[in-house]
């Protein structure tokens, strides 16, 4: 049986009538769950004469229908939203269509300059941070609108706890294309993003590989496709390889799961430039723009509770967007994230390592840090 039709009041010949709703489609752009950057997009229905352009019950903007489609500049501080168009003809509705849990980025956010140059200065500020640091710490900073880099020990190996579910939620995300939030593995696909839940990501192993070792080789391919070299999502550390060249305190052993602050910040890059559509990017990725948008969209709604709060939130505020991912176990605290501020997007990503980690002072350095960074 069809599910019953939402019905709408109208004012008719003077009297309240309700009548079926025209059926809601979704914006071209942007749409459910995508980052934009205020830019909003929707195919005219024949007939329609005007639009409105809501979100939530609040009224953004109208405009005349003169063509195949309507656009809007949504100015609005940024954070998630629902957006909603309305068609009429002379007062009536035509159509609605909507798009539901849209990240808005501030347009400075449309950068995304590849490494190009290290700040020497940056850097030998944060080599004094991570001295003075009473454990093991990495820094990696990279600056999207300039290109310019700044780190220390940004290539030493720390163990990866769910820093490296990045690789999952790319693979997932592509497997489960074009149309992932469509998909039946959609809530496990969010919760791994948003929870950090591994009750999903070992979930989501299976079903991509059939167990969850396949499906942990499919993740590291994703990761190594995006130039995370040196980070491992299973099986032991691989003797013989070659010694960082930005690791001047490794710390004195390997883990099976294990990452760098530098891999960290590449792959968090591609997921941004591929977002943004870039080729290489994409090509990367194995995402298209949509499922990239998805992805980032995820990682921008991060829960803010216990643990999963990372380091930088409690010195940036709650109003800055931040797409970000949390490792932590009773030795490491880590958080990778990507600060959208006005200046443009930062890759912002700090390990900590302590055999019986001092929260307490991994929260003072990611303090500090996003000070330095993110003033």
Do not use: C
Request: hydrophobic letters at 45%; aromatic letters at 8%; a positive charge.
């Amino acid at each position: 049986m069809d599910a019953p039709r939402r019905l709408v009041i109208v004012l008719v010949a003077g009297a309240l009538v309700a009548v079926p709703a025209a059926r809601a489609l979704e914006l071209e752009s942007p749409r459910f769950g995508e980052i934009f950057f205020g830019a909003v997009r929707a195919a005219a229905p024949a007939g329609a004469t005007s639009a409105e352009l809501y979100f939530g019950d609040r009224r953004a903007a109208m405009r005349r229908v003169s063509g195949a489609r309507v656009r809007f500049a949504f100015h609005h501080p940024p954070g998630r939203y629902d957006l909603r168009i309305r068609f009429e003809r002379n007062g009536k509705l035509v159509r609605r269509d909507e798009s539901r849990d849209v990240w808005l980025l501030p347009r400075s956010g449309q950068q995304a300059a590849r490494e190009r140059s290290r700040d020497v200065r940056l850097s030998r500020q944060l080599g004094r941070l991570g001295r003075a640091y009473p454990g093991y710490a990495a820094f990696w900073i990279h600056d999207l609108a300039s290109g310019t880099t700044a780190g220390w020990n940004s290539d030493a190996s720390f163990p990866a706890a769910s820093t490296v579910k990045l690789g999952v939620l790319v693979a997932a995300l592509q497997r489960y294309g074009p149309r992932p939030e469509r998909s039946d593995p959609w809530p496990m696909i969010r919760d791994l993003a948003v929870w950090s839940s591994s009750d999903a990501s070992n979930r989501l192993l299976v079903l991509l590989g059939g167990s969850e070792s396949a499906g942990a080789r499919i993740a590291q391919d994703a990761m190594w496709r995006m130039g995370a070299t040196s980070s491992t999502f299973t099986g032991n550390y691989r003797l013989g390889t070659s010694i960082s060249a930005d690791a001047p305190r490794p710390l004195p052993f390997l883990t099976y799961r294990r990452t760098t602050a530098h891999d960290l910040g590449r792959m968090l890059f591609e997921l941004h430039a591929a977002a943004l559509g870039n080729g290489l990017a994409l090509r990367r990725t194995g995402l298209s723009t949509h499922e990239a948008r998805l992805g980032l969209a995820l990682l921008l709604s991060s829960d803010p509770a216990g643990l999963n709060l990372g380091l930088f939130r409690p010195a940036v505020g709650p109003r800055l967007p931040m797409a970000q991912k949390q490792g932590w176990t009773t030795s490491i605290r880590h958080t990778a994230a990507i600060l959208y501020g006005p200046r443009g997007p930062k890759i912002v990503v700090l390990l900590t390592y302590r055999s019986k980690i001092d929260a307490g002072a991994s929260l003072a350095l990611g303090r500090r840090l996003a000070q330095l960074v993110a003033p």
